[in-house]
């Protein structure tokens, strides 16, 4: 069984008038290679005629983000020309690669009705031999993306990446990684077999679970030992949990602002290519 290395509580970061909470990076923890960011914005309730998300047009290189929905919507847009909008329950996933555009704001009709907003955004690495691959970007919606029950449908997972038994994911990635969204009623248990040599990405998004006698409220990122190869953990109320896990690369990593190379001389070059209208034209 997986045991506990540490447990991170999400810090306080505001954006705006944006609750955020960051949990990755921390003081004490830079990265769960290949999982380096998370921000948790919300649950907060937004008034009629809003400002919307903050998040203007800005560049990315050398990594992916993955873009949970719980509550509210998103209106992406980005220089290779992708544009949507996704609403609760759906899931954006962006491969920044060699570099491009892109502004996460929300919809005309968010910001003129308001109401509830709930959303997670994770960066993922990219290893070195994708770092300059082609930008690409998927939207789907809630009913889009593969949902399934167990334990007689006290548990809910959409699974977003990678394999679970007989189970595909619904997106296809550069490189295998498993990720899901579990819903899990309040007394449910589930466990799951993961290989020791993958590292585990365990964030509660709402609720609380225990973990080997150890009860962790939400807005927690757990951190695993690698140390057995199965995890299991139970839902202490209703509660909502990201799952992750995959193979470390083990490489150099450099993060700087919106670009995450293995070099510094990368991240001077990311910003000299910014700077020369390589990402791709921007058209408001």
Known sequence: M????????????????????????????????PFIFLNHHGYQEYPRHNNGLPFGP??????????????????HKDSGGHESVIEAGGIQWMTAGKGLIHAEVSSDQFKKEGGPL?????WVNLPAKFKMTEPRYIGLQKEEINTFPLEDGKISVQLIA???EEQKGSFDTLFPISLSTIHLEKGSKLTKNIPAEENIFFYIVRGAVKIMGEEIPFRNLVEFNNDGEQLSFEASEDSVVILGHALPFNEPMVAQGPFVMNTQQEIVQAYQDYQAGKFGSWKG
């Open 162 to 164: 990678g394999q679970w």
């Open 2 to 33: 997986r045991t506990i290395k540490a447990i991170h509580q999400a810090a306080y970061h505001p954006i705006a008038d944006l609750i955020t909470y960051n949990p990755l990076p921390s003081a004490r923890l830079r990265q769960i290679d």
């Open 58 to 75: 800005h560049p990315h290189r050398g990594m992916e983000t993955v873009t949970f929905i719980l509550e509210g919507d998103i209106m």
């Open 118 to 122: 709930e959303i997670l955004q994770l």
